[in-house]
């Protein structure tokens, strides 16, 4: 069987594992190994707008690139929050790289409810105030707010590996996506 490399940008086993869930689905007659390199995002450790998440998946793509070159595919997952209508609304950005493409997917977002709302507000990162809230631990390596508030009927894993897959859409399609002479102008 094929064997694909991919380095995964966090040492996170909900990110690993949504990384590898999602591969697994696109490309289901390839075997993929993880390797996890924990590198900075470039944002702060709660990305507080869509734009600010984003750009975090894309510093951990680049920085995984450059601490591991030996690769097949480098994916970077920032979880973020932003502000919409004076509510927090929490979603992920995913980047997924190989040397000829880019694909970028946000996972869909869910609403937080008030009391983790206000402590994220005031700077604590998302996955410490659920642990505050709903008196867990490290639930951000576990299921997250997601998880927490839908008793694990969708997980964070789950949330995330959706968006890989949305991520890995050029990759399926490549002839479509594919940078050319014709139209790299």
């Known amino acids: 069987m094929n064997v694909k490399t991919i380095v995964v940008a966090s040492a ?3 990110k690993i594992n949504a990384a590898l869930g999602g591969l ?64 927090l609304a929490a979603f992920a950005w995913v980047v997924v790289r190989s040397k000829e493409l880019l694909g970028k997917a946000r996972s869909g977002a869910f609403f937080l409810p008030r009391a983790v709302t206000e402590l994220v507000e005031q700077g604590i990162e998302l996955g410490t105030a659920d642990d505050m809230v709903f008196n867990h631990s490290n639930s951000k390596q576990k299921g997250g707010a997601i998880g927490i508030l839908t008793d694990n009927v969708l997980d964070r894993k789950e949330l995330y590996e959706q968006a890989v897959v949305l991520a890995l859409v ?13 139209n790299a102008s």
């Open 12 to 14: 996170n086993p909900v």
């Open 24 to 87: 697994q689905r696109m490309f289901p007659d390839v075997e993929f190994k993880a390797v996890p390199v924990s590198v900075p995002s470039g944002v702060g450790d709660q990305p507080m707008t869509d734009a600010e998440t984003l750009e975090g998946a894309i510093n951990r793509v680049q920085n995984a690139c450059e601490a591991n070159q030996n690769a097949d595919f480098w994916i970077g997952i920032e979880g973020g929050v932003a502000s919409i209508g004076g509510e």
């Open 170 to 182: 050029p990759f399926r399609n490549e002839q479509l996506y594919a940078v050319t002479s014709d």
